[in-house]
């Protein structure tokens, strides 16, 4: 099994930065592919970025692309982090970090195999 539990989150105004991180513990994760997900509430769970095991390789959502970025640190506790800048109104939402074994990058919410908890990021006007 896999845990993983994310931190981070808060209140801030727009064109503010936040970051979040995600650390796994049981099973290693070094091999396992990571990414983010969000739900904002009434929607959807929507990608936000993905990352190959390795951190070679990147994938973001276009509404995200260029403002957040995707990052991991296998040797500290197979930690993955969104760095978020320029947040607007309309990223609002609970941010999740999921791990898959499914090799490369993976954009389908249903290929993962272990979520966290959620973290709240509210941006205000």
């Known amino acids: 099994q896999v845990q993983l539990v994310e931190v981070g989150g808060g209140l801030v105004q727009a064109g503010a930065s936040l970051r979040l991180s995600c650390a796994a513990s049981g099973r290693t994760v070094g091999r396992y592919a990571m990414g983010w997900f969000r739900q904002a509430p009434g929607k959807e769970r929507e990608f936000v970025a993905a990352?190959?095991?390795?951190?070679?390789?990147?994938?973001y959502s276009d509404s995200v692309k260029g403002r957040f970025t995707i990052s991991r640190d296998n040797a500290v506790q197979n930690t993955v982090y969104l760095q978020m800048n320029s947040l607007k109104p309309e990223d609002t939402a609970v941010y999740y970090c999921?791990?898959?074994?499914?090799?490369?990058?993976?954009?389908?919410?249903?290929?993962?195999?272990?979520w966290g908890q959620g973290t709240q990021v509210t941006v205000s006007s």
């Open positions: 990352i190959k095991w390795s951190g070679d390789s990147t994938l």
């Open positions: 999921a791990a898959t074994v499914a090799y490369g990058l993976v954009m389908k919410g249903y290929e993962y195999d272990y």
